[in-house]
């Protein structure tokens, strides 16, 4: 099993920045690959972002193309999201995700290929 620990949620004004964190613990040798996603009252679940463990390939939703940034520091067990000119619509839980499936591209965009889910951190961005 892998424990997952978010951190670094807020309330920041619109064209502002945060930066979340995610702690993972546990069987963290086998993760392959790492990912936030986000749910706004009344929505879905949506992916944000992903990074492969071992390469660090990165993906990402085009809402926040450009704008948002992950990365992961391996000798931490750590992943990031650099969130930049936040947005309103950006106002969401965002939860951290890891997975220790075989590496499928397509799969890093789908919250059912993670196995593992933090408890989420409130982002909220206001106008």
């Known amino acids: 099993q892998v424990q997952l620990i978010e951190s670094g949620g807020g309330l920041v004004q619109a064209g502002g920045s945060l930066r979340l964190s995610c702690v993972a613990s546990?069987?963290?040798?086998?993760?392959?690959?790492m990912g936030w996603f986000r749910q706004a009252p009344g929505k879905e679940r949506e992916f944000v972002a992903a990074?492969?463990?071992?390469?660090?390939?990165?993906y990402y939703a085009d809402s926040v193309k450009g704008r948002f940034t992950i990365s992961r520091d391996n000798a931490r067990n750590t992943v990031y999201l650099q969130m930049n000119s936040l947005k309103p619509e950006d106002t969401a839980v965002y939860y951290c995700?890891?997975?220790?499936?075989?590496?499928?591209?397509?799969?890093?965009?789908?919250?059912?290929?993670?196995?593992?889910w933090g408890q989420g951190t409130q982002v909220t961005i206001s106008s």
């Open positions: 995700a890891g997975s220790s499936r075989i590496l499928q591209i397509s799969h890093v965009y789908s919250a059912y290929a993670y196995d593992y």
């Open positions: 546990g069987r963290t040798f086998s993760v392959t690959f």
């Open positions: 990074i492969t463990w071992n390469a660090g390939n990165t």
